[in-house]
């Protein structure tokens, strides 16, 4: 059976890109198994995601792409490969327990390589599942010494994405800077309503009907990274905010889920602080 | 057959609140066709509402009511009748038509009185469905001068409930303390995400993966009135604001039209800018 | 500024259709403004929809395409262009009065050349809006005698689509293979569950939690045509049927309004009784 | 502190019944908590429920509301009390791993006293959160020996409802009517749509545009039991019937864990194959 690729490319818009781009996998002998393409029209902006069957030459086909394309085109061409993740947790269980369940029964599309937290609630539950598990106490310690063992944690292992999985502790702008468009994030509200702390509270005292979660990209701004997925939920005026917080767990985790397999599907493109989905 | 009664207490929560009223509701000789009742215990506040059946007499039952009930207990105790709005709009007319389609089918549990605008867009709509329909232009006119001669045009209709229909105007406080908890407006966002001019672009240019819409009552705080009723859907990349907001319009007028049902049928309570909804 | 153009294709998936079909548009000196392919790999059928502009020649863009293309490919090239409907009812008023508002008010993405109706309850509202309206009485003819006398209506004008708004006549397979997939119709329920006469009645005696709405393209089995669109809304044990009725008319009335869109947009596609939508 | 009770009582409806009701709690010195209380009109059947607060002699209140209450009335009287489940599954972990997982959080408003399969896969998961697992291979036995079986490990263990988490066997009627009312079943379909086998291969071939999962009580006829809790999610052409499957596993878990969480609240009644829930 061929191996499977993955071509993603992103440049400003011209006429032809599709003929130019489809007319180079042809002579390099790939079959296109599936296509998508997006044109920003606001911002002549090109968006093309292809998965490719066939015998690559990646450096070839990258070289005649790039004859084709723009100067300043994004070109990601690369083996469909199962990723690897790191997960960093807090206390809560529900977003991290739900990826290693996942994990465990095949149907996450990735390997957990280790889960650090600041906090000793989550080893026991890690540990059931065999995956490396480090505390980083954060008591005592400057964010900026915090971040550094985090590091030096991180350093020891190999991944493709950071998880945030209710992970509580704010990432310094040095730290995000450092992996960015690898740190995924869930937010336990609809972003961006209820910015910030404890938006079950938020939403509670607000008195809204509906509740949510969003997935981001974490970047420099607390809250505000490119949403990968939401969804939303029914509350009434019987939902304490307690009840908003429970309820809202199988919200998060879900969201979190589905974000996670866009991403590792290579189906996600950053562009304007907004994704682009294929 | 009997006429049917609402009854609706608010007052602070003491122990046997539930067999002192249906005492008193029993000894009537009144039957309760529905009893709904709710306890915020936070603040130890108690609803009730029940449509009661049975020859009524008014002053009896409330004055019962009242000896039994805290001092500061809301008694709202009326014969279960049509009521009559009056719908203020400007340009659009997604949300005006609706209703209009509505009252002429005999859907909406209500008579509307009469269409106030700004403007006279939607005056050829409103006359085929023989509705009196009053063009108050704002141009060239202060907000108070303005609201002055909208006020002129309402005294003249007796009416239950304001409907902003897409009236895009913003309120004065003083207009809006005429008719507390009488006006109900249609915000065209999942609130309180996107407050303010435009929430279409807002949500574009944050790149939301779910847009909705909001009917809430009108105070003094633009956008943040208690919130009735609320509804979202799914966008994605390929929508633009424009596309938004047309697929918006659908959500809108569903979610006015589901509020102002709930409202014509007194199932709503307000209390510590939220709302009680049995 | 140029027009524009939707090209359509389906045929039997080979490998390079994506190069050979945009390296032609390119050659006839046309942009692809758009451009969306699916291959359904089990049954290894392709679909492929484009957005062209510039300056087209419809013959010869064919013949070319045609000759690169499978034997038995279908293709539709055609300039994008406003539609027409024709709406067939019978008493309800929601479905046709929200398609009624929406060409009033330039939203709907076609024009409504007439409506035919077996009663005349809706010819009032109808001749609101200044559109021909047909009543053809069913009663005391046979289901034959009664659909000829429908298509000498149709006969006299020219539509793309027929649109059954609430139609509640079961329409003969001769009747339905005149005109095939060319009749959009909305059922009252989340299909295939709830198939035949008064799905709400069915939903509240089976005492489902969600009840729905779908519109499909009708085929000679009632009921199971190519889906199109479906939505749903919650419900309780406290809605009677009445009440999922009217619940359900909101939903109902915005599926339909959405297929119509997909259809009118011509992003809808037939295969094995389904649809390919993009 | 008070303990708490749940009220539970199901009668035919008559003049009075809050009334008579809340004077006996009244007397007993008892405070109502909540309160929730439903008519349905069309068979003269009244519901009811309370959480009470309070000293409570549960003999003497029983027969107390049984003097003014129809002499066929369910009356259930209990200490507000953690509950017990069993739960029986085949192969897949994602239902059970969801309670397995809420349960070690103590988010689960219950025990888990066991596991019960037809195969060994998920015994490791299962050992892994101190459970014990008790495989009854059904292979080479006839349904009802498999269901002696069954029933003998049953016995060995107290109580309250039995979760079938993805339990791919059809129980028999007698097995069933054993336990009327406390088996719990994750049907993966929006019922009453694809009855029977691989609901997502059927929902695959129907072509629809929305999938689902129900939560039900088991009763005699496979699939057909008192509907507790659904939900559904968005699906289109892309998906494969495995992707369906994926995709809808999410929503399977999260239905099994709501209606759980329903039942174990007291908060379900069930009457004519339906339920009412407060």
């Known amino acids: 059976m061929d191996r499977k690729y993955i071509l993603k490319i992103d440049c400003p818009d011209k006429k032809g890109l599709i003929y130019n781009i489809s007319n180079i996998i042809y002579k390099h002998g790939l079959n296109i198994e599936k296509n998508d393409e997006y044109v920003d029209d606001e911002n002549a902006k090109f968006f093309f995601r292809a998965i490719l069957s066939g015998d690559l030459n990646n450096l070839q086909l990258e070289k ?9 085109a994004n070109i990601i061409l690369k083996a469909k490969e199962r990723k690897k993740i790191i997960i960093l947790a807090t206390k809560e269980s ?15 599309n990735t390997s957990v390589v280790a889960v650090v937290s600041n906090y000793d609630y989550l080893e026991e539950l890690v540990k059931k599942f065999d995956i490396p598990f480090h505390c980083v106490p954060c008591d005592n310690f400057t964010r900026s010494e915090h971040e550094q063992k985090i590091l ?13 999985a209710k992970y509580m502790r704010i ?52 809250d505000e990274g490119p949403i990968i997925a939401q969804d939303v939920i029914r509350v009434d005026h019987e939902f304490s905010w307690r009840d908003m917080q429970k309820a809202g767990r199988n919200v998060e985790k879900v969201v979190l889920s589905n974000a996670l397999d866009l991403v ?14 294929f």
């Not at 977003?95 to 029964?105: E, F, H, N, T, V």
């Not at 800077?177 to 961006?192: A, D, G, T, V």
């Not at 189906?267 to 989905?277: A, G, L």
């Open 64 to 72: 005649d792409l790039r004859a084709v394309l723009p100067t300043d």
């Open 94 to 108: 529900h977003c991290l327990g739900d990826l290693l369940l996942k994990y465990y029964s095949g149907e996450l």
């Open 152 to 164: 030096e944690v991180l350093k020891g292992y190999k991944f493709d994405y950071m998880v945030l």
């Open 171 to 222: 990432l310094s702008s040095d730290f995000v800077r450092e992996y960015e468009e690898k740190i995924i994030n869930i937010h336990h509200s609809f972003l961006p309503a209820f910015i910030g702390a404890n938006p079950y509270k938020q939403a509670f005292v607000r008195g809204v009907k509906i509740i949510g979660a969003t997935a981001h990209f974490v970047n420099d701004n607390l």
């Open 264 to 277: 590792l599907e290579d189906r996600v493109f950053v562009y304007n602080n907004k994704t682009v989905i």
